[in-house]
């Protein structure tokens, strides 16, 4: 499958989990996960990214769709996205399909993505004028006719129309948290919104999945953060949390995920984990994944 330095290196590191040749069981159907927080900076573009390669990596077929005008996914992905590339934009603005901008991620098979330029940052206002304005993006995906395992959609840190388009498209929110004082205030109101949509535009729309990212064990704060946030969600957590890590912050400015740029870290097995937890929870309705996540997750 690798035939990059970089490929058989990534490969090297899902075999360190010593779980590569069980693989991950594959959606019935695609899970399209609106990775969101409106808070800027708590790991919304890292998460999307690493657990996206970390899928692909594992056989599954992603794609990532880049929803926030900095392109920052776009650039962690090594992905071209100068003003002149077609983009999200035009899927958005101008309705043009999905599959004339997606681009394949460079040393990761089965990884791709659709990339955001900086028109981006006009969509927000100009989507206002135009009809479905909400549901321009779920138009687009479901005229997609590749067949995917996962879509992640990384939203940029508010909650104007393109988050809302995101939340049109999805079945399952994604909620990074930072483990930090601040954490949990701004998260009524991302609720709030996903209980809008669910009620207004798309029923099946749930938070399935809360992620605490840049945890620092050694610090009283991070883990009374983590205790806060385990007991307001409970099941939606997952067990796994992404430790602070110079590795993964210096990923992005290679174009690379942590996956690939260093396999055996902290960071990148972290990714790792949270993933294959992520895939074998499934949708909620797979109880029989979520029994075996916790027969088989003693370590
Ligand atoms: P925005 O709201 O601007 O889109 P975001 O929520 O997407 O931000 P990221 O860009 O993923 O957040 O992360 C913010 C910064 O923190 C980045 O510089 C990133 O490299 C760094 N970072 C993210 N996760 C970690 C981690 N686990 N360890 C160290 N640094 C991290
Ligand atoms: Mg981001």
Redesign the pocket.
Known sequence: MDDTPIGRAAQLAVEALGRAGQGLPRPEQTRVMVVA?Q?????????TVNLAASLALHGARVLVIDL?P?G?ASTALGVDHHAEVPSVYDVLVEAKPLAEVVQPVPDVEGLFCAPATIDLAGAEIELVSLVARESRLKRAIDAYEQPLDYIFI?C??SLGLLTVNAMVAGNEVLI?IQCEYYALEGLGQLLHNVDLVRGHLNPRLHVSTILL??YDGRTRLASQVADEVRGHFGAEVLRTS?????R??EA?SYGQTVLTYDPGSS?SLSYLEAAREMALRGMPRQGEAHHERHDGGAQ
């Open positions: 927080n808070k800027g900076g708590v790991g919304k573009t890292t998460t926030d900095q920052n990384d940029p840190p990074p990212t840049m992404i430790p602070r890590s110079v993964i912050s992005p960071g």
